[in-house]
């Protein structure tokens, strides 16, 4: 057996609870959160650093509503026929200094149940390319590798990103974010390399030498899909890159892309609800300005805790809605669900209260709301929070009078003065467009890239920073008008729309052409 690998029978025991892949974090929260699992200092003074929604597959809001009518995951019984893996893998795959050579265990999941192997016409390898989260939640959310497995006779392989789940070098969280050389070795372009080495680990391991492979991810993990491909061709034939904002640095996108499309959703679904939200910012101040004002406001939305000041109500009410308009999913679809709340409320006038009867529609009728629900720190939070304040910089924002929201522009001088403060480095804000590309995109990807699709829900407000259009012949767009964040690589279920049925065909027929043109190609060099 490889020296390089272990193997650990996969149970539904092994995966932990259903927790959020993806929530929004003020930063400030989760840098301050930072310093303190690592112990670099015991108090801190509060930083005024710009906060933006973080990329997700899945969603805890989102789970929930969906689990009310339509089933959420996977089934048990399919997840046992997972086996689990370990990979010795290196460290530094761009360096030759001794330190380099150290290795981690990395974690990737196989299912082999519906893989006709190399004596079936050299049938196919379906691989998941984890992204800034445990892989075990992806196992029973992510239902496309399983769903299509049967018709193409696959192997389905899940794998791990370094510095998260079980797959930290340097043996804990803590030990690998300590400081800036263990975090050095945590960036995208060590990740896919990993995935390389990886995957071609597999083909060995499998024998399957002539198996072609189609690379598979969303939102950040979609990115590193399509970025596999450009880098590693000669592994993947394809990729499906869900809701990737590959084009959301360096300035390609305007920075209101994301709340513009937000926006758009609301008022979309009532513009009394959009109108009623855009006016309920400056009322929130007002009131709070008032003797007892925050006191009056906790007591109207049934706060678990009393509020400090007004910015934390107003964070807790932003996030609500762009996870709402992110995640706007079939059936339930939440911008309608808040946005009923909001229009059912007082006819007289009350903003607040029919603010907070939205966010009751939206969370259910609780006992009280926990304003800090979306900010609870944890290691997927801690991990993209320095891969945010590195490399994956994207500069979200909103000026006046953009957005139903109000300003917050991104300022890329406060924002690299702040990450250099917290963690002793600069952001690289230009890189990913200098290793990967984004500038002129269609020119460079014309006879440069193939095959890969870039699917997009034009709901989700990231679908402003991704492809949007076909680049070439085999680098194409395909695009749902109703559609949401990663909604095509979720588990089908017969309650799906049409249009989201189509969607999927058109991927599958997509992916079949280059398994076509692969296996002739084949067959002709052995001739």
Avoid at 181 to 189: E, H, K, L, P, V
Avoid at 466 to 481: H, K, N, Q, Y
Wanted: contains cysteine; hydrophobic residues 35%.
């Amino acid at each position: 057996m490889d020296q390089n690998f272990e193997q650990v029978q996969f149970t539904t025991a092994m995966a932990p609870p259903r927790v959020p892949l993806f929530q929004f974090y003020p930063h400030l929260l989760l840098l301050l959160l930072f310093l303190s699992l690592v112990l670099i200092m015991q108090t801190v003074t509060p930083l005024p650093v710009h906060k933006s929604p973080r990329l997700s597959l899945h969603n805890k809001d989102a789970s929930l509503l969906i689990s009310r009518n339509r089933p959420g995951a996977i089934s048990a019984n399919a997840l046992v026929d997972f086996k689990t893996y370990f990979y010795k893998q290196t460290l530094d795959h761009f360096n030759y200094a001794p330190q380099s050579y150290a290795t981690f265990r990395q974690r990737y999941v196989v299912n082999s149940k519906y893989w006709g192997g190399q004596s079936f016409n050299n049938s196919p390898i379906f691989a998941y390319l984890g992204a800034e989260a445990p892989i075990d939640n992806d196992l029973s959310v992510v239902g496309f590798l399983n769903d299509n497995a049967p018709s193409f006779n696959s192997l389905i392989v899940f794998i791990e990103h370094r510095y998260y789940g079980k797959s930290i070098p340097f043996g804990t969280m803590e030990e690998a974010m300590k400081n800036e050389t263990t975090r050095g070795y945590f960036n995208s372009a060590q990740a896919i390399a990993d995935y390389a080495a990886i995957l071609l680990h597999i083909k060995h391991q499998f024998s399957a030498h002539d198996s072609p492979i189609i690379v598979v991810g969303g939102s950040y993990g979609g990115m590193l899909a399509s970025w596999f491909r450009l880098k590693y061709p000669h592994v993947a034939l394809g990729a499906l890159a869900s809701s990737a904002p590959i084009l959301y640095f360096d300035n390609i996108t305007p920075q209101n892309g994301y709340y513009s499309i937000v926006t758009k959703d609301f008022k979309e679904v009532s513009k009394n609800c959009y109108q009623t939200i855009r006016k309920s910012w400056a009322e929130i101040d007002r009131v709070a300005s008032k003797p007892n004002g925050l006191d009056i406001l906790s007591q109207r939305f049934k706060t678990c805790s009393k509020l400090n000041n007004a910015e934390e109500l107003k964070d807790y009410l932003e996030t609500i809605y762009a996870v709402a308009a992110q995640y706007n999913r079939p059936p339930n679809y939440p911008v309608t669900m808040v946005c009923k709340g909001i229009d059912k409320g007082s006819d007289d006038g009350d903003v607040i209260g029919r603010i907070f009867a939205g966010v009751v529609s939206y969370k259910g009728n609780k006992t009280c709301y926990d304003i800090n629900s979306y900010n609870y720190p944890s290691e997927t939070s801690i991990g993209w929070q320095w891969q945010t304040c590195s490399e994956m910089v994207m500069p979200i924002g909103r000026g006046q009078n953009e957005t139903m929201f109000p300003a917050s522009p991104f300022n890329l001088d406060e924002f690299i003065r702040i990450c250099q403060q917290i963690y002793g480095v600069p952001p690289r804000p230009h890189w990913i467009t200098t290793y990967y590309g984004g500038h002129d995109i269609k020119l460079a990807l014309n006879r440069f890239g193939s095959n890969i699709i870039f699917s997009n829900g034009l709901r989700d407000p990231y679908s402003s920073g991704g492809v949007l259009e076909d680049l070439s012949e085999s680098v194409v767009a395909v695009t749902t008008r109703n559609g949401s964040h990663c909604l095509d690589i979720l588990q089908a279920a017969k309650t799906d729309p049409e249009w989201l049925i189509m969607q999927r065909n058109t991927e599958l027929q997509i992916i079949q052409g280059w398994l076509t043109t692969y296996y002739a190609d084949l067959k002709s060099l052995n001739k």
